[in-house]
């Protein structure tokens, strides 16, 4: 453990030098009394972050949106932001910790997530209106809510510790929902870790101990290209993001390895009750801040039946597992 410290310490005093270098030579310590509820925000957000299957755009988003009234397309970069820090911070925890991840579910999930996110933040972001993204935001995660209800309260499986070996229609299925995974990357901040996550514990058993973990390093390289696309390619970046992205730098490269850690220590259902007790919260919030009309209605269904295809439908088959508890 010590030695593990030590390894991670190093690069979280190189960033943490270099903010402080940035900050100080813009005397820009004044953000924090503007900016504080960010940094609040994201000492929770950071946490769950790296606890699970979830960004930390998870709690960002809504909390951005609904609660604080900040333009989606605002919190969707500003998810991109944080998490490409928070979430590669997790990454780095996990690595020098050696907690075990699986390979092919990250390869091929990964490359779909990259063609995922490139091509939605192209095409379908501009298409996507502010009260439609909210509330595509909350009805895709009510459906994900059901799902990680069904996983760790109603099924009694048996898991596995890695993938079995994958035909070809397989790994091109996986690889297909990576896709749709940085679909909903691109247009709310995160995605890719929640979608490809149920996919692989719902259809094979694969142990939420090793999805977790794969997920969140997925998450972090998604997070990464959607926050260089948007301040590089895009040119969307927008100073607000990156005035939050600012005040939650120091908070979000401890939180979020922190949550990888306690993750190895107890486990999934305390912390998955809690997140469907937020998903929930979050779809009530949403309707009375919104107030939709029937149109929006509309939309919010056929996101919430998209969802219980991704996480139902396309799971329905299992392979029969070959690993313990």
Not at 102 to 111: C, D, M, P, R
């Amino acid at each position: 453990m010590r030695r593990n410290i030590i390894l991670f310490s190093i690069p979280a005093i190189v960033l943490l030098s270099v903010w402080t270098y940035f900050m100080a030579t813009g005397n820009l310590w004044v953000l924090f009394s503007e900016n504080w509820f960010m940094t609040a925000t994201m000492a929770f957000g950071s946490f769950i972050a790296g606890a699970s299957s979830e960004g930390g755009g998870a709690i960002a988003y809504p909390a951005m949106t609904l609660l604080f009234n900040i333009e989606p397309d605002i919190a969707r970069n500003f998810s991109f932001a944080i998490q490409s820090v928070g979430m590669t911070f997790a990454a780095i925890w996990i690595f020098i910790s050696g907690i075990k991840i699986e390979k092919n579910y990250l390869l091929l999930a990964g490359a779909g997530g990259l063609l995922g996110i490139i091509a939605g933040s192209y095409f379908i972001v501009p298409l996507v209106k502010p009260d439609y993204a909210k509330m595509m935001f909350v009805s895709f995660w009510l459906s994900f809510g059901v799902a990680l209800a069904v996983v760790n309260f109603i099924n009694k499986r048996k898991s596995i510790q890695h993938l079995p070996e994958l035909s070809t229609y397989q790994k091109a299925e996986l690889f297909t929902v990576g896709i749709f995974g940085g679909f909903f990357s691109s247009v709310l901040g995160n995605g890719l870790d929640i979608c490809t996550f149920s996919y692989v514990v719902m259809k094979y058993g694969l142990s939420e101990k090793i999805a977790t973990p794969t997920s969140v390093i997925l998450m972090a390289s998604n997070a990464i290209v959607g926050f260089i696309i948007h301040l590089f390619f895009l040119n969307t970046f927008q100073t607000e993001a990156f005035n939050y992205w600012l005040v939650c730098i120091p908070v979000v490269i401890f939180g979020a390895p922190l949550g990888a850690y306690t993750i190895t220590l107890i486990g999934r259902k305390a912390i998955a009750g809690i997140l469907i007790l937020i998903i929930i919260a979050q779809f009530i919030t949403a309707l009375y801040v919104i107030r939709p009309g029937l149109d929006l209605i509309l939309f919010s269904t056929l996101i919430f039946i998209l969802g219980i295809f991704i996480f139902f439908v396309i799971t329905k088959k299992k392979s029969a597992p070959s690993g313990v508890n």
